[in-house]
């Protein structure tokens, strides 16, 4: 299956995402403006070229800062914009602190595991497919969680965490 997200940045050159075999595709278009935007990779700068060969199951989100917020933030390497990338390793180890402070039972699943790829997770009543659940996860704040329920289910081998959000 083949997405395509066009992103129509004002200040920022026009990038062309496209999830092909499951990679990002990143192309750029004529710009709007002159220059390539900064590329952060778990807030570590990574060029256009490495960005483009990272599989699009690796990511967990995708933040785009334009100017002048980007100027402020990265000074001079943000003039162009700046394409934050956050890999789901790391958005698994910041969800994951989030979530320990609700269940314990969980905390203690994930040390007996090394990842969550078992865990089916449910926000709000609704089940999140294994290539959103990072990302998702990874948006939600500690103050907004209000409730973490853990089960599992050791005959099939699955787990299920329903978390119950101030948002419902």
């Given at each position: 299956m083949k997405k395509l997200i066009l992103l129509l940045l004002v200040g920022l050159p026009v990038c062309l995402l496209a999830q092909n075999n499951q990679k990002f595709i990143l192309k750029e278009l004529p710009p709007i403006t002159n220059g390539t935007p900064l590329y952060l990779l778990d807030d570590k700068e990574i060029t256009r070229k490495t960005a483009?060969?990272?599989?699009?199951?690796?990511?967990?989100?995708?933040?785009?800062?334009?100017?002048?917020?980007?100027?402020?933030?990265?000074?001079?390497?943000?003039?162009?914009?700046?394409?934050?990338?956050?890999?789901?390793?790391?958005?698994?180890?910041?969800?994951?602190?989030n979530l320990y402070a609700f269940s314990a039972a969980y905390h203690e699943y994930l040390d007996n595991h090394?990842?969550?790829?078992?865990?089916?997770?449910?926000?709000?009543?609704?089940?999140?497919?294994?290539?959103?659940?990072?990302?998702?996860?990874?948006?939600?704040?500690?103050?907004?969680?209000?409730?973490?329920?853990?089960?599992?289910?050791?005959?099939?081998?699955?787990?299920?965490?329903?978390?119950?959000?101030?948002k419902n």
């Open positions: 483009a060969k990272i599989k699009s199951e690796d990511i967990a989100s995708i933040d785009i800062i334009q100017p002048p917020a980007s100027i402020q933030i990265y000074k001079k390497k943000g003039k162009n914009g700046v394409v934050m990338l956050i890999s789901n390793k790391v958005a698994f180890e910041a969800y994951r602190v090394k990842d969550d790829s078992h865990i089916t997770y449910i926000v709000d009543g609704k089940i999140l497919s294994k290539m959103i659940a990072p990302g998702v996860l990874y948006g939600l704040k500690q103050e907004h969680i209000k409730n973490v329920e853990f089960a599992d289910s050791r005959i099939k081998g699955e787990a299920i965490v329903k978390i119950i959000t101030t």
